[in-house]
């Protein structure tokens, strides 16, 4: 994400645990939070994100599924990945994490978002694949979508908070 994450302090149980969403509290007060909406829960006594290491954020599955879902929906329309498939013929082209230090050179695993197949230079709908090893947040900060996806996912997000019945 372009913008810092929000954390929110709830009660879940009988325990205060502090979740992480992208939603504003504007849009938390008016709605509520989705489980589709909360990137995951922060450790036992963790109540912020300055200094966090990775070991202390657990990833929210569900979050992860929907966050591949809109990617495979939505990322055959951004004009970056056209681009970049018409340079690559056929083959994959590799979905990376903005957050990575060096794009051009050797990307860890946990920054590789998916891949998509190409062929004949256009992106092959519905060839999107996970990368299970991807992970929503690293030593270098939470993940980065480019901007195109990044509005697909909060545009989606937000309508789920506005219908929480659709919601799980």
């Known amino acids: 994400m372009v913008r810092a994450p ?3 302090e709830v009660t879940l149980g009988e325990r205060i645990r502090h979740l992480v969403s992208p939603l504003t509290p504007d849009e938390v007060f008016a709605h509520g939070l989705c489980t589709e909406a909360v990137f995951g829960l922060l450790a036992l006594g963790v109540a912020g994100l300055d200094g966090m290491p990775p070991d202390h954020f657990e990833e929210n ?3 992860v599924r ?3 879902e809109t990617i495979g929906d939505d990322v055959f329309g951004v004009p970056a990945v056209r681009e970049q498939a018409a340079g690559i013929g056929d083959g994959w082209l590799y979905i990376l ?3 990575t230090p060096d794009p051009a050179g050797t990307v860890p695993n946990e920054d590789i978002i ?3 197949r190409v062929r004949e230079k256009q992106p092959v709908p519905l060839s999107y694949r996970a990368n299970a090893q991807h992970r929503l947040y690293t030593s270098a900060g939470f993940f980065q979508l480019p901007e195109e996806l990044e509005m697909a996912l909060l545009k989606r997000l937000r309508a789920l908070a506005e219908a929480p019945e659709l919601g799980s």
């Open 6 to 8: 929000f954390v929110y």
């Open 61 to 63: 599955p569900v979050f």
């Open 66 to 68: 929907f966050l591949h």
């Open 97 to 99: 994490d903005a957050r």
């Open 114 to 116: 998916g891949a998509v």
